[in-house]
Nanobody, 119 residues
């Protein structure tokens, strides 16, 4: 059974920083693309950042220059370094990973971690 667990969320003031982690565990042969999604209250879930298996990264336009996504393929972990945080970054952040299962990639999700930006 594959499991994704996020950690690192919390409450910070505007302008602060946080680093989220996502750890994948279980019977994992290969992980493809990974990504961080976020869902603010009353809004749909949106892609914040993604990273391919070869390290190519993409960011939502509003996050470029403030967020950095990275991964450690040896440890099956992914990170999201967030800086210059704004109240509008408040959301539940979800980890997503494409896990190789039975000759195809299957998307898995973590349970989410709350990030609250407020003064």
């Amino acid at each position: 059974q594959v499991r994704l667990v996020e950690s690192g969320g919390g409450f910070v003031q505007p302008g602060g920083s946080l680093t989220l982690s996502c750890a994948a565990s279980g019977r994992i042969f290969r992980i493809g693309a990974m990504g961080w999604y976020r869902q603010a209250p009353g809004k749909e879930r949106e892609l914040a950042a993604s990273i391919s298996s070869t390290g190519d990264t993409r960011y939502a336009d509003s996050l470029k220059g403030r967020f950095t996504i990275s991964r450690n393929t040896t440890k099956n972990t992914m990170y999201l370094q967030m800086s210059s945080l704004k109240p509008e970054d408040t959301a539940v952040y979800y980890c997503n990973a494409q896990i190789w299962v039975d000759r195809t990639y299957v998307p898995y999700w973590g349970q989410g971690t709350q990030v609250t930006i407020s003064s």
